[in-house]
């Protein structure tokens, strides 16, 4: 499946899909949420795949790539996008923000 129904915009981006406890995804992610989620990005995806540049929600993917059609809630409103710019930042990438998005990311040297 498309993360941005747009299989284009999927080679270079990562799109979060995280769940909680609340049928409504409106419940705090946990601490190990937060470290299963970092590792499968730094450790797993970006060095199989080098073109990743982007960081996003579902939501904005949907946003931007399919004019809002199917829009959800996800990963939901209590995820911490400070935490995830934190660690982008400790892993050394510079990038820029918008939303929910994380974009032009580009390793330190």
């Known amino acids: 499946t498309y993360h941005s129904t747009s299989g284009y915009n999927d080679r270079r981006t990562i799109g979060i899909e995280l769940l909680n406890s609340s049928k409504s995804n409106r419940d705090p992610y946990t601490k190990e949420q937060y470290e299963s989620l970092f590792k499968l990005i730094f450790k797993y995806l970006i060095p199989l795949y ?3 540049t982007n960081i996003t929600s579902h939501r904005a993917n949907i946003l931007t790539y399919n004019n809002g059609k199917g829009l959800k809630q996800c990963p939901g409103p209590e995820f911490s996008w400070e935490k995830l710019d934190s660690e982008l930042k400790s892993q050394g990438y ?3 923000t918008k939303g929910d998005l994380r974009f032009k990311m580009e390793k330190s040297a």
Do not use: V, Y
Request: aromatic residues 16%.
């Open 94 to 96: 510079t990038f820029e």
């Open 50 to 52: 080098p073109t990743i």
